[in-house]
């Protein structure tokens, strides 16, 4: 099988095309990213192939797609990337595999479904560790309980940062300023909405007791209930000191008064972490 690596120089990237190096179905693994040293220097360490490619370049992209097996998507955010990328590689019957942890794009892409299955070609969405691992082991928990009526997903963010300030945001902090501001889906009475993010969620955990999270845009949201038919409330959400909320909520307001962009946001939110 043949696969192609998008952004596979990439933090994200790196870790995928290693486990793809690994695997013995795979014939030919082609490292692509937009720096071509970079994707020089991973496919070096993995005896790959190399190739520059900045996916924005529909005819190369194509090209790309059309040389490959299948696809694995890691260039974020995917509210930017991931629809017209999965797009393109239906058009190239290429398979398909992201980490898209963005809802909206996921909405975008599933309603892609009629004509991938046209094309005959398989994708598969979010399939990181949130969403993707998180998914099973809602799905794991719930095999075990006679009758789900809510999931929670989340994480805490507190002294989570590792990202140096002169490397600039990657796209994983750009996702995140686009998953604090303006509405976010989520599930309350059985049906999909939109709700304000960062809004306040009490958490009643079984062993800990309660807490207090804030609600944070994500895909479990929207893909938790297609498992789970009769699940009456999904939501997302962070869990964060009070100086790290504080943060959160003044970059909010601010993207949402357009006084900030999400790039600019970004590059703040990597000085203030």
Known sequence: MRVL????????GRVAARILRADSGVST?????????AARKVAAELDADARGLDVTDGPALTRALRE??????TVGPYFRFGP????AAIDARCDYIDICDDPQPTVDMLELDARAKAAGVTALLGMGASPGVANLLAVRAGAELDEVDSLVTGWNIHSAHTEAE???PTAAVVHGMRQISGNIPVTRNGERTERPA???FRLDYPGLGTGEGRSFGHP???TLPLAFPGLRAATSVVVADRPTTAALRALRWSIDHRLL????AARLAVRVE
């Open 198 to 200: 960062l809004e306040r």
């Open 29 to 37: 693994l082609t490292i692509a990213d937009r720096d071509e040293a």
């Open 166 to 168: 002169t490397a600039g």
């Open 220 to 222: 479990e949201a929207i």
């Open 261 to 264: 962009t999400l790039d600019r």
């Open 68 to 73: 490959a097996d299948l696809v694995v998507n």
């Open 5 to 12: 690596a998008l952004g596979g120089a990439g933090e994200m």
């Open 84 to 87: 017209p990328i999965l797009s």
